[in-house]
């Protein structure tokens, strides 16, 4: 399993994504599901996946060979981010259609991706492309979206977030998600990619692998766990009336 | 969707279940999850159910009307909490089978029970039934179980929930188990029933239903939040190096 997480701020982009995989009981691996393109002044995408790995590796593949071919699929002479989604779609889709009927008696071919970055001259977008192709855009009111096993992680990012959170606590704020998601689930495992895109910032991006030693993510995670653990404590009873 | 949790403490047992079911899109009900059998001095059986409503509650009405008749699933004459989790396997099986070819058209007939309790002279007792009537029951390392819509509410029980917690802190947790699924998904609606069984009371226990404008429920809510938030604003940001 997976969990990848997209956050869209008022201030830019943070991006989670863990690092296990597992295809059947006895193969476990460590891959990272974040691919960033930023050899382009004008543009940063970065793609977040999860699903059939032979499927997603393979469409981040297609796509990183069609880099500066001027291809219909070609990310670099894409005008929009929206026009990166479907370029993304597109290829998720035709790369489903020629596995599915090899792969379905082993297990579903699907995936999906969240797709984020900006173009200049554009607004920095978050979408999450469905297995189908199709895809949904982050807003204001849905600031985040998430793939893989999103569901341990969610309450706290609706706790805490929101547009107008800044970057460095919707940093955080993943970071405890993630946490979250480790700790409930054993198939979504360290390291954790983080990146951090201050809007307007094009190229130029902060990104922290995160492994299970490290040591902010320690002290975040003992610090969350002692201080939860206070205010539980602190929290009253129920009282049964009689 | 539905959100059922049973917690096995050393002291007791703690039960909670939220009120929402819905059948399509244009049917949202309230029914309680949570059937309790507590006539008899000798024990106290509880019921928790999720899945297909139809079948739930046809299980319930058959294990109710069978209630001192002496036959094979009387709860009533059952020996064991043991054999009472079977009887409650072996119904819904039952049940499953006689209306599957009917219903599966329309949507699954699948249902899931958490069966808890204690008759004299044994222990109390916690299991969770699958739709396939299998059961397991819930140990010293796994002192809780869950059925519906299980996952946005584990991450706050699985750091708070042993077997030596005390039963009023379980059920503490049990609120806030719910409260974070209320938060995260629609289909997990208050009222929500609260049981709390003190090892060795047999037919004797507290049971409270809680309305979303319960003054301990909201106070509770409230209190865990602005907790939370104080505690993520308190935590150290990530430094990014350089």
Same mark, same amino acid.
């Given at each position: =399993?997976? $969990? @990848?997480?997209?956050?869209?701020?008022?201030?830019?982009?943070?991006?989670?994504? *863990?690092?296990?995989?597992?295809?059947?009981?006895?193969?476990? +691996?460590?891959?990272?599901?974040?691919?960033?393109?930023?050899?382009?002044?004008?543009?940063?995408? @970065?793609? =977040?996946?999860?699903?059939?790995?032979?499927?997603?590796?393979?469409?981040?593949?297609?796509?990183?060979?069609?880099?500066?071919?001027? !291809?219909?699929?070609?990310?670099? +002479?894409?005008?929009?981010?929206?026009? #990166?989604?479907?370029?993304?779609?597109?290829?998720?889709?035709? &790369?489903?259609?020629? !596995?599915?009927?090899?792969? !379905?008696?082993?297990?579903?071919?699907?995936?999906?991706?969240?797709?984020?970055?900006? #173009? &200049?001259?554009?607004?920095?977008? /978050?979408?999450? #492309? $469905?297995?189908?192709?199709?895809?949904? &855009?982050?807003?204001?009111?849905?600031?985040?979206?998430?793939?893989? !096993?999103?569901?341990?992680?969610?309450? #706290?990012?609706?706790?805490?977030?929101?547009?107008?959170?800044?970057? *460095?606590?919707? @940093?955080? @704020?993943?970071?405890?998600? =993630?946490?979250?998601?480790?700790?409930?689930?054993?198939?979504?495992?360290?390291?954790?990619? /983080?990146?951090?895109?201050?809007?307007?910032?094009?190229?130029?991006?902060?990104?922290?692998?995160?492994?299970?030693? *490290?040591?902010?993510?320690?002290?975040?995670?003992?610090?969350?766990?002692?201080?939860?653990?206070?205010?539980?404590?602190?929290?009253?009873?129920?009282?049964?009336?009689?």
């Amino acid at each position: =399993m997976t $969990y @990848c997480l997209g956050i869209l701020l008022k201030d830019g982009l943070v991006l989670a994504a *863990d690092s296990r995989t597992n295809a059947g009981v006895d193969q476990i +691996a460590l891959v990272s599901k974040l691919n960033i393109f930023d050899s382009q002044k004008d543009r940063l995408i @970065c793609l =977040m996946s999860a699903g059939n790995l032979a499927t997603t590796q393979s469409v981040a593949a297609l796509l990183d060979q069609a880099l500066g071919t001027g !291809e219909p699929n070609d990310m670099y +002479a894409a005008d929009t981010m929206f026009d #990166i989604a479907r370029i993304v779609g597109d290829t998720l889709r035709a &790369e489903i259609a020629r !596995e599915a009927k090899y792969v !379905e008696p082993f297990g579903s071919p699907d995936g999906s991706f969240i797709v984020a970055g900006q #173009i &200049e001259g554009g607004q920095h977008r /978050l979408f999450q #492309i $469905y297995s189908a192709g199709n895809f949904i &855009e982050a807003t204001r009111d849905t600031p985040f979206l998430q793939i893989g !096993e999103t569901k341990y992680g969610k309450p #706290i990012l609706d706790r805490i977030i929101n547009q107008d959170v800044d970057l *460095d606590s919707a @940093c955080k @704020c993943a970071i405890l998600s =993630m946490d979250a998601t480790i700790r409930s689930n054993l198939s979504v495992a360290p390291p954790i990619h /983080l990146l951090r895109y201050k809007s307007g910032n094009l190229s130029t991006y902060n990104h922290r692998r995160i492994a299970d030693d *490290d040591a902010y993510f320690l002290s975040i995670r003992k610090a969350y766990a002692q201080g939860l653990r206070r205010l539980f404590n602190r929290l009253p009873n129920p009282d049964w009336g009689k």
